[in-house]
């Protein structure tokens, strides 16, 4: 059984940092791709970024991000990051972890659709005050 812990969330002044983790077991994390979704309240969940399997393998992120957000992997350590610069009070929302059962996207389209990922985390809560 697919586990995803999101952990890193909190309150965070407009303009700093915060680094999201995802840690996963009960399967080979090395293996899958990776992705973050965001919901905010009132709001469909929204692609964050995806990144394949392999070291130094493809990377996305949604337009929002805008060089502000770096997803990462360490595959001996089975856990997902996302690093948050530059935050803003618009990137408040719950964030989710979310586990493909590819090693690849098969395009740069799949990996923003939440249909590629069958495993969620429960989800981390990101507020940006203003």
């Known amino acids: 059984q697919v586990q995803l812990v999101e952990s890193g969330g909190g309150l965070e002044q407009a303009g700093g940092s915060l680094r999201l983790s995802c840690a996963a077991s009960?399967?080979?994390?090395?293996?899958?791709?990776m992705g973050w979704f965001r919901q905010a309240p009132g709001k469909e969940r929204e692609f964050v970024a995806g990144?394949?399997?392999?070291?130094?393998?493809?990377?996305y992120y949604g337009d929002f991000v805008k060089g502000r957000f770096t997803i990462s992997r360490d595959n001996g350590k089975n856990t997902l990051y996302l690093q948050m610069n530059i935050l803003k009070p618009e990137d408040t929302a719950v964030y989710y972890c979310?586990?493909?059962?590819?090693?690849?996207?098969?395009?740069?389209?799949?990996?923003?659709?939440?249909?590629?990922?069958?495993?969620w985390g429960q989800g981390t809560q990101v507020t940006v005050s203003s």
């Open positions: 979310a586990a493909s059962n590819r090693g690849e996207f098969l395009t740069p389209a799949r990996a923003m659709v939440l249909s590629e990922y069958p495993y």
């Open positions: 990144i394949s399997a392999a070291s130094g393998g493809r990377i």
């Open positions: 009960g399967r080979t994390f090395g293996y899958y791709a």
